[in-house]
């Protein structure tokens, strides 16, 4: 089953972007309570706009509300996009974390 | 220099304690160990953060292997202005 397969990567992507984001967010916030600068501020927003937006694809996939349409086009589109965001928390992480 | 300050202070997990490390060493150049004992940080930790900082050409050391002293570079000195705003907020 092509379709499911295609939902069921992007959720595991979901998942581990989420995984990767909280130690972001908690880096920055904390960071912001220490400098309260416009950079970081950015920074959290950023995070929690993304953490947001994840969260939310897990919920919905596992509430088995159709967030996104069946259709295995756009499901290939929503898997692709995970995966950018993957790549770019990934590479922010190392940066933020070291 | 500017924005490597803003990155490697507000937006990394160690940013808090570069800043104190360039705090302390503007009292006078520093060991590694020194700097340790001063800010209460491990000295493995001093010396990932020291890397960073000498990476982007915000302190240098001197050349003896053993307590090696670190300075603050004289590009830094120009762009005090933009660490001292950076660190307007904080509580040292």
């Not at chain 2, 990932?48 to 090696?68: F, N, P, R």
């Amino acid at each position: 089953m092509a379709m499911g397969t295609l939902i069921t990567a992007a959720v595991v992507l979901a998942g581990l972007n989420t995984l990767l984001l909280l130690p972001l967010v908690g880096v920055w916030i904390r960071n912001y309570n220490t400098f309260g600068t416009g950079l970081v501020g950015g920074l959290v927003l950023f995070a929690v706009a993304m953490l947001a937006e994840n969260a939310m694809a897990i919920y919905f996939f596992f509430s088995m509300a159709s967030f996104y349409s069946g259709d295995p086009g756009v499901q290939k589109v929503v898997l692709i996009l995970r995966g950018l965001q993957f790549v770019a928390i990934a590479a922010l992480s190392y940066t933020t974390l070291r | 220099m500017e924005k490597a300050l803003w990155y490697l202070l507000t937006a990394t997990r160690g940013g808090a304690n570069r800043a104190r490390i360039i705090d302390a060493l503007t009292e006078r150049p520093q060991n590694a160990n020194e700097l340790a004992d001063e800010l209460d940080v491990g000295y493995k930790t001093i010396r990932h953060h020291m890397e960073q900082l000498e990476e982007h050409d915000i302190v240098e050391s001197g050349e003896e292997s053993y307590a090696k002293l670190y300075f603050l570079t004289d590009r830094f000195d120009k762009y005090r202005e933009t660490f001292e705003d950076i660190t307007e907020q904080m509580d040292t």
